[in-house]
């Protein structure tokens, strides 16, 4: 149990910039105490003491403001950031490494007993505000937009946005790793780097990268053939000086900004 804590803890740190401290992270995340009163409730429920776990998960609900059925199956590392009205359904399952965020409902269509609430596979992120409805699947590692209602299966690695839910992008893996692998070589900080990213500066700077890899090959087939001819050209490739690029986040530098708009503010003006 206190492992399965500490993994949780360690989780939050690679997801959320906010937390400074373990000690903050077990005090302080409603949503991972929601999750550690669902673990207990859930095992009450496999064990026939049906009422004791839904009196258990109704004390958490009104302590944290996430509701989880206590018959709900959560995968391990799963994540609620702010955690306010989170809804969970009695059929729902989670897989390992998900993230949802504050509103988030996976609830059914249907009052028949049965399945009727949705699956979701590992690494899936909902943004706030979104409805995933009905006995659906969520492939691994899928992007559900903030205030999306979906409505049907999502496929491993798609981004989905909109009322009803569509489909706005599908991840190419070997895109994806060649664009990591691009920022890692030149020391780029590889935030939004990836294919499906919706944010049009990442997409500029995925672009960015997609043309320095077509680039490099086309150069390294050309030294190919220079030396082929008896040249001797490209034995040393040019790094690229790291200390002189300010990869400082852009909320640092924005907060920078505001500090030094109020120290030049004059209030007699």
């Known amino acids: 149990m206190f492992s399965g804590i500490k993994e949780d803890i360690r989780s939050v740190f690679e997801r ?13 995340y409603p949503g991972l105490h929601a999750i550690w009163l669902h673990r207990l ?25 996430v509701e989880i059925h206590p018959g709900a199956k959560i ?13 969970i359904g009695e059929t729902a399952e989670i897989g390992d490494d998900c ?47 903030s205030n999306a209602v979906v409505v049907k299966d999502v496929p491993a690695g798609a981004t989905v946005v909109g009322i009803p839910g569509r489909v706005v992008a599908k991840a190419d893996a070997d895109l994806s790793e060649q664009r990591q692998n691009l920022a890692k070589k030149y020391g780029f ?19 960015l990268l997609d043309h320095i890899h077509v680039l490099d090959n086309k150069v390294s087939e050309l030294c190919h053939s220079v030396n082929l001819l008896g040249g001797n050209v490209c034995e040393e490739v040019p790094t690229v000086n790291i200390d ?14 505001r500090r030094k708009e109020v120290d030049e503010f004059d209030p007699a003006i």
């Open 99 to 145: 993230t949802l965020y504050h509103g988030v409902t996976l609830g059914g269509t249907s009052w028949n007993p049965g399945k009727r609430h949705p699956t979701l596979g590992k690494g899936v992120v909902i943004g706030a505000g979104a409805k995933v409805l009905g006995p659906l699947n969520v492939g691994e590692n899928a992007r559900i937009g």
């Open 16 to 28: 959320d910039p906010a937390a400074r401290s373990a000690f903050e992270v077990l005090t302080t």
């Open 244 to 257: 002189e690029v300010d990869f400082r986040d852009a909320e640092q530098r924005a907060a920078e900004q």
């Open 75 to 87: 995968g391990k590392r799963f994540f609620i950031d702010h955690g306010m009205g989170v809804v």
């Open 41 to 65: 409730s859930h095992r009450l429920w496999r064990a026939e003491w049906r009422w004791l776990a839904r009196w258990l998960s109704t004390m958490g609900r009104w302590l944290t403001g």
């Open 189 to 207: 900080d590889a935030y939004a780097v990836s294919a499906d990213n919706p944010d049009p500066v990442a997409n500029a700077i995925g672009s």
